[in-house]
């Protein structure tokens, strides 16, 4: 299962904590950014489980950043 988040994380560094703090809480995730994206994207990727967007825009909201799903475009 992946899902892809609309973010306005801009710097690496930012991006760099978010993902140790999203690998810490959510063990299971795979996560990366492409801030090279207009959307400053976040990409997480999950084998065993469907990925549940609210507590990810939730661990970003708290951090002060906000996230939202970018829609399937099939």
Same mark, same amino acid.
């Given at each position: ?13 930012? %991006?760099?904590?978010?993902? $140790?703090?999203? $690998?810490?809480? !959510?063990?299971?995730? $795979?996560?990366? !950014? ?12 999950? *084998? ?9 825009? *939730?661990?970003? %909201? /708290? %951090?002060?950043?906000? /996230? ?7």
């Amino acid at each position: 299962m992946v899902e892809v988040f609309k973010t306005n994380v801009r710097a690496r560094r930012h %991006a760099r904590l978010l993902l $140790h703090q999203i $690998h810490q809480n !959510f063990q299971e995730y $795979h996560a990366n !950014f492409d801030l090279e994206d207009c959307d400053k994207i976040l990409r997480v990727e999950c *084998q065993s489980r469907f990925i549940q967007p609210s507590p990810l825009i *939730q661990l970003l %909201a /708290a %951090a002060g950043f906000r /996230a939202e799903v970018l829609p399937d475009e099939d």
